[in-house]
Structures are given as C-alpha cells and as structure tokens.
C-alpha cells in the first residue's frame, strides 16, 4: 500500500489553512455577522471567530442583528505570515506527493518496465512528470477520455485520445487517476489486442 493515511494527509485542512481561509473571506467581505438567533454565516462558527478575536486579529461589536466581527490591522498583517505558512505547507505536500510517486515508479522500473504511458491526465500525472526521469523510466505518451485535454501538454507530452493508443510503442501502460481507475482497467482488460503490461498507481 503506497498511499497510506500520511500520504494523505494534504485531505484533512489543518487548522492555520483554516484560519488563513476565514481572515481571507474577511478581508474580502469586510465584516461577519453573527446571528443573535444562533444560527452562523457559512462555515463560521462563535469558537473559531472567538479565537481570532482572542489573538487580536478581529474587531468584535454589537450589530443590529448581533455580533459583528471586521479584521484589524493585526489581522490583516497576519493574512500576509499565513500566506507564506500556506506556501510552505503545500511545497512540503508537494514534495511528500511526489516522493510516494518515485517509489512507485521505481518499482515499475525494478520490475521490467521501461516505456511508459499514462492513463489519465489527471493531477497525478502532471506530478509524476517532474520525477519520472529519475527512475529510469521514458515517458512515451499520455491519454485521457476526455476530449477537452485533448492537445493539452503533460509535461513536454501531448495528451491523445485512447483511440490512438495503438500507434505508440511501449511496454507498460500505468493508470494516473484513483476516481476511474477501475472503469478504464475494466474497458482495456476488454481489448484484444493489448500486448503491455497495465499497472494501477494508486494500490
């Protein structure tokens, strides 16, 4: 099992991207009420806008229809640090994404493959371009159902359409996408004239 609940764990937003989300959206509408009846705005609940008033990031006041909350230049200043927190954490994620990705990979490679394509052009794909050279492996072409990525570049590779499967010569063909992966592993197992070897990325 390569994608274990670490792998995972850019799923779970943590709880700086939260706050970083709730300045923004303050910063953008300019003040949050907060109903007097109880009820929120949105996913804004009295603990989380109590705590960033605690750290001095929010201005509370009595509304006409309840608490108002507005940022303070504290809290403004706070958005630009959170920013760059953010920008860490996806960096760290990012490379945490493609080393799962490598090994993967690698053992492809460990197991005989050498000319590769990708099946779909997902996310997943765009990501294991940049460590695909580093295990051995050639990237030979990369297809997807969908006619709207048709001509759009993974990498320095053209996305084509399965039907053109067929004109490529290449040893493994390696499934990029979790959502329909078993619906194209059933469709190619179907073909008759399948001479690769069809491998699954997410295991």
Known sequence: MYFNEE????????????????LMELERKEKISLLNNGSDEKIYSQIALASLYEKK???RQ??????????TSKGKDHIKWATVDF?????????????????????LYESGSRQVVFYAASD?????????????LSLVGVFDDDRLKWG???GDTEVKSPDTLGNYHFDTLLITTLVFQEQILTRLQQRKD??????????
Request: charged share 25%; glycine share 6%.
């Open 7 to 22: 792998s995972f764990q850019f799923l779970r937003p943590s709880a700086k991207l939260y706050e970083l989300t709730l």
């Open 152 to 154: 759009q570049m993974v």
């Open 87 to 107: 920008v860490l954490e996806i960096n760290k994620l990012a490379h945490l994404a493609k080393g799962t990705f490598r090994k993967r990979l690698r053992e």
């Open 194 to 203: 399948n001479n690769f070897r069809i491998e699954k990325l997410f295991i």
């Open 124 to 136: 997943s794909a765009h990501a294991m371009v940049d460590v695909i050279a580093e295990t051995g």
């Open 57 to 59: 990031l929010l201005h």
């Open 62 to 71: 009595a509304g006409k229809d309840g608490e108002e909350y507005f940022l």
